[in-house]
């Protein structure tokens, strides 16, 4: 007659931990929080991570002419504004850490999202294109008296903040944001300078909101932007 062994065959010294048993409900739902500030952290980190991963797809479909250009910008500016909302936050910001230790800690491999992020701007404001003219030229023969009018009135706006000596990130970053938004609405040809409008942009970015510039870097920035309005001012004759 054939004996038959139990197929996982228990050591006789092993003896059953009854009362941890009896505290695992396996039909009870699993908290990630206990509290309504832990939710809304979880729920923010959670934003930061699909703003993240969403970023990158987006900018593989603008290399691959898969998303209009004007799509491509409309999303990116808002997805990097809703994520740079989020990360101002205190309590977010000390759980985030930063974007290097989120995606290692995610195990997010997301380099294209990482990029922007970095540059904190759409690829079509940084790179000045060798295409047509903007449509508001094409239309009408000549650019806009008032896109020219605003441009010119953003760059001085910076210029002038600068000498009033605002330095700190959070009040030069906007403006110049608005410099070079308002100069690609009149040309998206390149000109003298142009990339040095960028190159601050990026610069400041990388800033905490309440950092500022030392007075060598406010003055260099100031030469630079001049140096650049006077190329913009180039195209227009």
Request: net charge negative; glycine share 4%; aromatic share 6%.
């Amino acid at each position: 007659m054939i004996s038959r062994q139990p197929y996982a065959p228990t050591p006789h010294s092993y003896v059953p931990n009854t009362a941890l048993s009896a505290t695992i409900n396996l039909d009870e739902e699993v908290k990630l929080a206990d509290t309504r500030a832990e939710r809304d952290l979880q729920d923010s980190l959670a934003e930061i991570f699909s703003i993240i991963v969403t970023l990158d797809e987006l900018e593989k479909a603008f290399l691959k002419d898969a998303i209009p250009e004007a799509d491509y910008t409309e999303i990116c500016e808002r997805s990097l504004k809703q994520y740079k909302s989020l990360v101002a936050d205190e309590t977010v910001a000390k759980a985030f850490v930063g974007l290097e230790e989120f995606k290692a800690k995610w195990d997010l491999e997301v380099p294209r999202a990482t990029e922007r992020i970095r540059v904190g701007m759409p690829s079509t404001a940084v790179n000045a294109s060798s295409g047509p003219a903007p449509a508001t030229v094409a239309a009408s023969g000549g650019t806009s008296g008032t896109l020219i009018l605003e441009a010119t009135q953003d760059f001085i706006t910076f210029l002038d903040a600068l000498r009033l000596g605002l330095l700190a990130k959070d009040q030069l970053h906007p403006l110049l944001t608005d410099v070079i938004q308002s100069v690609n609405k009149v040309t998206d040809r390149d000109f003298d300078n142009r990339g040095k409008i960028v190159q601050w942009l990026i610069t400041l970015n990388q800033m905490k909101a309440t950092e500022e510039l030392s007075e060598e870097q406010a003055r260099e920035l100031e030469l630079d932007i001049n140096s650049a309005y006077q190329g913009f001012k180039s195209t227009l004759t």
